[in-house]
């Protein structure tokens, strides 16, 4: 595989992930959420997955990675519709298995955790999609290395936009 083949099939793969983490914040601006947690305590005391982590959420992720993810498909056939589905719900539960890590660490909702905060969701979905397909280590390599930027990134913008408390 080419350079610009590897560039454009890692780009392609790794988006409805994205999609999926970066716009279930959108669920935020609902005014009745339901926390995935059902607002229950872990053993320690401290909240399971904590406010943030939704059932709405989780919803709009999977069905903006699901479709908007897919959609570069269109131009450049990687994955399948429902290998978008399933990388877009394994994305959000890599990022609930994050936010998990977090709560037992005792950090704070919206506190930066680099790199479990840029890398949780993709190498969840990267897992899960790699235990059905073949999965090349030069692209994953390459998705972890773009991955801190391209979330510093959208993060930015997003906070910018006003969908997001924090740049981080």
Known sequence: MGLLALIATSLVLIWPPYVANGLAVLAARLKRRHPID???NFVDGRRIFGDGKTFEGFAVGVLAGSTIGWLPNLAYP???PLD???MSASALLGDLLGAFIKRRLCMPRGYPAFPLDQLDFLLMALLV???????????????????????????IAAYRLRLKKEPW
């Open 84 to 86: 978008a589905v399933v």
């Open 78 to 80: 990687v994955l399948t």
């Open 38 to 40: 059902f607002g229950k």
């Open 129 to 155: 999609y790699s235990l059905y397909r073949n999965l090349s280590i030069f692209v994953i390599a390459f998705a972890v290395v773009m991955t801190p930027l391209i979330h510093r990134a959208t993060n």
